[in-house]
């Protein structure tokens, strides 16, 4: 029987494969200061929420999405913008929370949002 951490463990390492460290179990997390954080969002978040049957993944991002962008939680929109391009989101849809928070989280929101979207999913390009 799986616990919630481990359920969680086998979520993110298949929505953001690039925050987990290789065969370990262990995530790629500061260590110091507020240290358990990571392992409560794993057991709690992914564990317990995102595995909920009400809503699929793709449901689930772009709900995110909207609360993070709400938020202008940049940090953590750099990680959900190419997740929920994995998880079955178009970048078109991605452009379209941006615009439509705008209405209700502000232009302020929106326009970090977008700026962050530009940063995540258009890096510039290398001119060697």
């Known amino acids: 029987m799986s616990t919630a951490r481990d359920d969680g463990l086998a979520l993110l ?6 925050l987990t460290s290789g065969d370990s179990d262990q995530l790629r997390l500061r260590d110091g200061f507020a ?16 595995v909920r049957p009400g809503l699929d993944l793709r ?6 999405l909207g609360i993070l962008i709400a938020l202008r939680a940049d940090t953590e929109l750099r990680i959900h913008f190419p997740t929920a391009l994995r998880n079955g989101l178009t970048r078109e849809e991605l452009e379209e929370v941006v615009f439509h928070s705008a209405a209700y989280a ?14 995540v ?8």
Not at 13 to 18: H, L, S, W
Not at 35 to 50: K, P, Y
């Open 106 to 119: 502000g232009f302020p929101a929106a326009a970090l949002a977008g700026q962050v979207g530009r940063e």
């Open 59 to 64: 449901a689930r991002s772009l709900v995110t």
């Open 13 to 18: 390492r298949q929505m953001i494969p690039d």
């Open 121 to 128: 999913l258009d890096p510039p390009q290398s001119t060697e």
């Open 35 to 50: 240290t358990g954080l990571g392992e409560q969002s794993l057991e709690t978040v992914f564990g317990r929420l995102w």
